[in-house]
């Protein structure tokens, strides 16, 4: 059977290499000159390509549906993936957190022993391509592209989302289901950086600090989580707030994001450690009470939200550390958005799972037509979940069932 995948990133590469192992003889179309250029750039170039805890799909996993690919992360789970890039000759490392890199600590690593794995197999490439229509009749499908007329017994679709468009994102794959008839859902940009109110993130661009994060919109809470984030001119990034980019970017307006600086302990402890510490700075200004707490522009800028600066730290009341040390737990920053989609590393939303089966994901509309990955609703967290998707549902895709 000649199988065409439409789309050379993480997912397509999966498919195409177990389609060909299953004897099938494979075409894959990527509109960019080379295939993998994405995964390049994920996990700052050290390709974070799984995750431990990628099993707890619900907790993990969102979109309309979250359960729908649950069946595709249990049939190619950690485990199975791990010894399948093996098997491609890739070594790999476990981190404390989960997170599992190239032992070489490069991208290129995984991008290379996917590409030996599509030689190796007899997959046909070709890129650049970009696919303009698909059409089917008396089930054979007909790819029309700018390099030419491709002829199928079957089509992935692996076109990934429109997240990261200079490093290939886009909406073809959208585009080219709608005229077979599928509909997506609303896209929003994840794993994204926050954009907040500039007044303190403006003063404090490039300080990281380890923090406990709520989103609100007013007293009710949307999301939370926690661990290292970064400040910028513009607002919050990294890790811990990638998280909740997805809530920002579907949770409407009037959002705060509070930010607890001190999370391992209470409000009242901190107070009794200010008193301490105003007591042993007696003589020092008071802005610079958090030293050896809190990154030092952090501290100081907790303490000038309420107002002391320049003053002495015996001049502070007990009532005036108490309010420091609220602020410290409860350092609100209003929020007005995330960026686009050219920083965003995932799309939100994608084609509607309700017309995949999620056993194998071929369409309920068109047989032998499969999608797989980012243009599927289906987004993961932060920390290699995303390309976990990626394998597990590439994989389930290229088996053809």
Not at 269 to 284: E, F, V
Not at 382 to 394: E, K
Request: overall charge neutral; aromatic content about 6%; proline content about 3%.
């Amino acid at each position: 059977m000649t199988v065409c995948i439409i789309g050379g990133g993480a997912a397509g590469m999966a498919a195409a290499i177990t389609a060909a192992q299953g004897g099938h003889r494979v075409l894959l179309l990527e509109r960019q000159s080379r295939v993998g250029r994405k995964l390049l750039s994920t996990g700052n170039g050290r390709c974070n390509l799984t995750n431990r805890h990628a099993g707890d799909v619900l907790h993990h996993y969102h979109g309309a549906d979250p359960a729908f690919a649950q069946p595709a992360l249990r049939r190619f789970g950690v485990e199975d993936t791990l010894r399948w890039f093996a098997d491609l000759g890739l070594m790999t490392a476990d981190e404390p957190d989960g997170r599992v890199y190239p032992r070489s600590n490069t991208a290129s690593s995984v991008l290379d022993v996917l590409r030996y794995g599509l030689e190796q197999y007899g997959v046909c490439l070709c890129s650049p391509c970009i696919v303009q229509e698909i059409s089917v009749k008396d089930n054979r499908f007909t790819v029309l592209a700018d390099t030419g007329v491709f002829h199928a017994d079957a089509v992935i679709l692996a076109a990934g989302g429109a997240a990261g468009a200079k490093v290939g994102g886009v909406t073809d794959g959208y585009r080219l289901s709608r005229a077979l008839g599928h509909r997506r859902t609303d896209l929003f940009p994840a794993l994204v950086q926050i954009k907040t109110d500039p007044t303190y993130p403006r003063a404090l661009k490039g300080v990281k600090a380890e923090a406990a994060l709520c989103l609100c919109r007013g007293d009710t809470l949307l999301a939370q989580g926690g661990g290292e984030i970064l400040f910028t001119e513009y607002g919050v990034s990294g890790p811990a707030v990638f998280d909740l980019a997805r809530s920002v970017s579907s949770g409407g307006s009037d959002l705060t994001l509070w930010l607890d600086l001190l999370a391992e302990q209470s409000e009242q402890d901190t107070a009794a450690w200010l008193r301490c510490r105003r007591d042993a700075m007696s003589n020092r200004e008071s802005q610079l009470l958090f030293t050896g707490a809190l990154p030092g522009r952090l501290g100081q800028t907790v303490c000038k939200a309420n107002g002391f600066t320049a003053q002495m730290a015996q001049t502070l009341t007990d009532s005036d550390l108490r309010r420091i040390a609220h602020t410290a737990h409860h350092f609100p920053l209003p929020v007005t958005g995330t960026c686009g989609f050219d920083q965003a590393q995932v799309t939100a939303g994608g084609l509607r799972t309700d017309e995949f089966d999620p056993c194998t994901l071929q369409s309920r509309l068109i047989p032998r037509f499969y999608a797989c990955g980012e243009v599927l609703d289906v987004d993961g967290d932060c920390g290699g979940y995303n390309l976990q998707w990626a394998w597990a549902s590439g994989r389930l895709a290229g088996r053809l069932l």
